[in-house]
């Protein structure tokens, strides 16, 4: 990356920027993007809070729902070998600006994948941000090579972090413009979506979504972390999960540059004690039984939703967040199993239901015709196992106990035809 810019290959991410002149000095030029950003969000943020109620849900195919961010680099064959035996669809792979001579070897990756839908997230760098007829060129090349091959493109990440190379919002959009210029005119095939904006900080998404700039998404990408609160239940200046979603969704519905679709790109818990992988401090991390527990509600929270299109998992090998420990081969977590019973139940899933009473939660939904209930409650409680239940744990396990102990861990509940 360009100088002050380093990369992080242990937390895959970039370091801190800790020049805070060369930070000031930059933000200074981007300042009126930055008032922008401010008042534009003082308008939209209100207007779109009032008229989340009334936004209706879509029917979220629940087969392309499912995706899992994948290192093409890191232990390749392995990888392949291990979402066979998950069995998921969607994969989402990540390619640097700075690192175009890997753009074979991606391709490669993803030929080995025929049968999954790819998303390709293009990661920024300085130099790209800066020289844009680079930027152009490189991604020309990049479109050139894998057309017909990705089925989404995300263009540009975590917009709103300094570290990542944007300074503001404009900026971005001038970046992001180079590749929606290149769709217009040379391939009309493709899909691109932005802005990548991290977090709960919907005032940078109001600014994407909301200007003159003349460019279109596809569909609106989000990094949707809550990590930081712990549980994806639990609240941030009022709002949890589930309200987090219908508003970013409904901002999206509002918005004349994006198609009505959200694809949250990035989310994850860091594991406890796997410094210096981790990318946040030990005050974020997770145990491994707490990362499986929210890995599933996370997901069963975003698909009861019916407003997510796409989610993708970070990632599939990764010693500090993912579902693979490869420190010392390859190390399933416990969270690889809940993954892959996830999947079994419902990649081919119709959302019905999702109840929710003081902390306690049933998500109800069809599999051929049969009632499945996912059940799990922010306080121990026990629950009677009848005649008519056929209950598994998150990991698959079957579960013949007369009573059941509701908790953090969700359970699956198959309901019997009751004659």
């Given at each position: 990356?360009?100088?002050?810019?380093?990369?992080?290959?242990?937390?895959?991410?970039?370091?801190?920027?800790?020049?805070?002149?060369?930070?000031?000095?930059?933000?200074?030029?981007e300042l009126l993007?930055?008032?922008?950003?401010?008042?534009?969000?003082?308008?939209?943020?209100?207007?779109?809070?009032?008229?989340?109620?009334?936004?209706?849900?879509?029917?979220?195919?629940?087969?392309?729902?499912?995706?899992?961010?994948?290192?093409?680099?890191?232990?390749?064959?392995?990888?392949?070998?291990?979402?066979?035996?998950?069995?998921?669809?969607?994969?989402?792979?990540?390619?640097?600006?700075?690192?175009?001579?890997?753009?074979?070897?991606?391709?490669?990756?993803?030929?080995?994948?025929?049968?999954?839908?790819?998303?390709?997230?293009?990661?920024?760098?300085?130099?790209?941000?800066?020289?844009?007829?680079?930027?152009?060129?490189?991604?020309?090349?990049?479109?050139?090579?894998?057309?017909?091959?990705?089925?989404?493109?995300?263009?540009?990440?975590?917009?709103?972090?300094?570290?990542?190379?944007?300074?503001?919002?404009?900026?971005?959009?001038?970046?992001?413009?180079?590749?929606?210029?290149?769709?217009?005119?040379?391939?009309?095939?493709?899909?691109?979506?932005?802005?990548?904006?991290?977090?709960?900080?919907?005032?940078?998404?109001?600014?994407?979504?909301?200007?003159?700039?003349?460019?279109?998404?596809?569909?609106?990408?989000?990094?949707?972390?809550?990590?930081?609160?712990?549980?994806?239940?639990?609240?941030?200046?009022?709002?949890?999960?589930?309200?987090?979603?219908?508003?970013?969704?409904?901002?999206?519905?509002?918005?004349?540059?994006?198609?009505?679709?959200?694809?949250?790109?990035?989310?994850?818990?860091?594991?406890?004690?796997?410094?210096?992988?981790?990318?946040?401090?030990?005050?974020?991390?997770?145990?491994?039984?707490?990362?499986?527990?929210?890995?599933?509600?996370?997901?069963?929270?975003?698909?009861?939703?019916?407003?997510?299109?796409?989610?993708?998992?970070?990632?599939?090998?990764?010693?500090?967040?993912?579902?693979?420990?490869?420190?010392?081969?390859?190390?399933?977590?416990?969270?690889?199993?809940?993954y892959k019973f996830?999947?079994?139940?419902?990649?081919?899933?119709?959302?019905?239901?999702?109840?929710?009473?003081?902390?306690?939660?049933?998500?109800?939904?069809?599999?051929?015709?049969?009632?499945?209930?996912?059940?799990?409650?922010?306080?121990?409680?026990?629950?009677?196992?009848e005649d008519f239940?056929?209950?598994?744990?998150?990991?698959?396990?079957?579960?013949?106990?007369?009573?059941?102990?509701?908790?953090?861990?969700?359970?699956?509940?198959?309901?019997?035809?009751?004659?």
């Amino acid at each position: 990356m360009t100088e002050p810019y380093r990369w992080d290959d242990y937390s895959d991410q970039p370091y801190q920027l800790h020049d805070k002149e060369y930070k000031r000095k930059m933000r200074s030029h981007e300042l009126l993007s930055l008032i922008k950003t401010f008042c534009i969000a003082l308008i939209m943020l209100p207007i779109s809070l009032i008229i989340m109620p009334f936004v209706r849900r879509k029917t979220i195919d629940s087969k392309s729902f499912f995706s899992i961010g994948v290192d093409f680099e890191r232990e390749p064959k392995r990888s392949i070998e291990l979402l066979n035996e998950l069995g998921v669809e969607r994969i989402l792979l990540r390619l640097k600006l700075w690192e175009m001579e890997k753009l074979e070897s991606l391709k490669a990756f993803i030929l080995a994948n025929p049968q999954r839908k790819i998303i390709l997230k293009i990661i920024q760098d300085r130099g790209h941000i800066q020289d844009l007829e680079l930027c152009k060129k490189d991604m020309q090349t990049i479109f050139s090579s894998l057309e017909n091959l990705v089925d989404i493109y995300e263009i540009g990440t975590t917009i709103n972090r300094a570290k990542w190379g944007f300074f503001s919002v404009d900026q971005y959009l001038r970046f992001y413009q180079v590749a929606y210029e290149l769709q217009q005119n040379e391939f009309p095939n493709i899909k691109l979506i932005g802005s990548g904006v991290i977090d709960f900080e919907y005032h940078f998404t109001t600014h994407t979504l909301f200007n003159l700039h003349k460019y279109r998404f596809d569909g609106t990408s989000a990094l949707l972390y809550v990590d930081r609160r712990g549980a994806p239940e639990n609240l941030q200046m009022g709002f949890d999960l589930s309200d987090k979603i219908a508003w970013l969704s409904t901002m999206v519905w509002l918005s004349p540059k994006s198609a009505h679709a959200l694809h949250i790109t990035e989310t994850n818990w860091p594991l406890s004690h796997t410094k210096p992988y981790a990318p946040t401090s030990e005050h974020e991390c997770v145990s491994e039984e707490l990362y499986a527990d929210f890995m599933l509600r996370y997901h069963l929270l975003a698909f009861a939703s019916q407003q997510v299109d796409t989610l993708s998992w970070h990632q599939l090998i990764a010693p500090g967040y993912g579902l693979i420990d490869n420190r010392d081969g390859i190390l399933k977590r416990k969270a690889f199993a809940t993954y892959k019973f996830m999947l079994q139940n419902l990649k081919e899933a119709q959302f019905l239901r999702l109840d929710i009473i003081r902390g306690y939660y049933i998500l109800q939904c069809l599999i051929d015709n049969k009632l499945l209930q996912i059940h799990w409650s922010l306080k121990e409680t026990t629950l009677q196992n009848e005649d008519f239940f056929t209950v598994y744990s998150q990991e698959g396990t079957l579960i013949k106990d007369k009573t059941l102990n509701i908790g953090s861990s969700p359970l699956y509940i198959h309901i019997k035809d009751a004659v």
